[in-house]
């Protein structure tokens, strides 16, 4: 059965939980995540108490798995980037200063004085498109939020490096700003599962019915997001 545990910075690791005839608890970290296997007779309560005692220990091994499924990105002239699903072309311009990055048409091009300083080009290509992820997220969220009736919650920025999105009781929502690069159907689809926690905290059937209420799509949302998801993390 799914689950979500909560942790005191308001992200959410949502775990897998299998009951059996055991006096301890058991976790691992496996290609769909976080699994617990915990006695039949321990409270759920109980259970999480115990598993928030090692959040960092989990968030470390999620994070380690991830990265380690990752290659490197490689930042030269004429490598594809993606901006809400569509290509874009890196264009590195030896300048007599460094700029912002701009967009031209298809193009993101960004001027340097070391064309060849890929950390400089990585760190200002990264901010540009965190820029453009609050914008558009800003955008996105006050039209899902009426869908469900809900004033629009406070939106934060996540770097988070295995998980989408986060939704916690003090009505905040984080978003990873690597969605920018994903297809419009795809954002829509996160904000309107994390919309979803302000109804119910739980992945519950009444929680995807939510879901549903604010995104019919969803069901393909989410194959489409699980089968593109380690192209988004390529950056960053």
Known sequence: MQYMLALPNGEQ????????????IGMKITANGLVVHAPLRIRQSELETLLLSK????????????SASIPEFQWHDGATLHLLGQPLTLRIIQATRNSSPELAGRELRIATTDPHDHGLIAHKVIQWFKKE????????L?????????????????????RWGSCNSRREVRLNWRLIQADPSLVNYVIAHELAHLREMN???????VVASIYPEYRQAERDLKACSQQLYLIG
Do not use: C, M, V
Not at 133 to 140: E, G, K, P, V, Y
Not at 203 to 209: D, G, P, T, V
């Open 13 to 24: 690791i949502p775990y897998h939980l299998e009951r059996r005839a055991r006096r301890t």
């Open 55 to 66: 959040a960092r220990w989990i968030s470390t091994k999620l994070q380690a798995r991830q």
């Open 133 to 140: 992820a609050r914008l558009d997220f800003i955008r996105r």
């Open 142 to 162: 006050p039209i899902l939020a009426a869908r469900l009736g809900e004033p629009t919650p406070s939106l934060f920025l996540s770097n988070a490096r295995t």
């Open 203 to 209: 992945h519950s059937a009444k929680f995807w019915a």
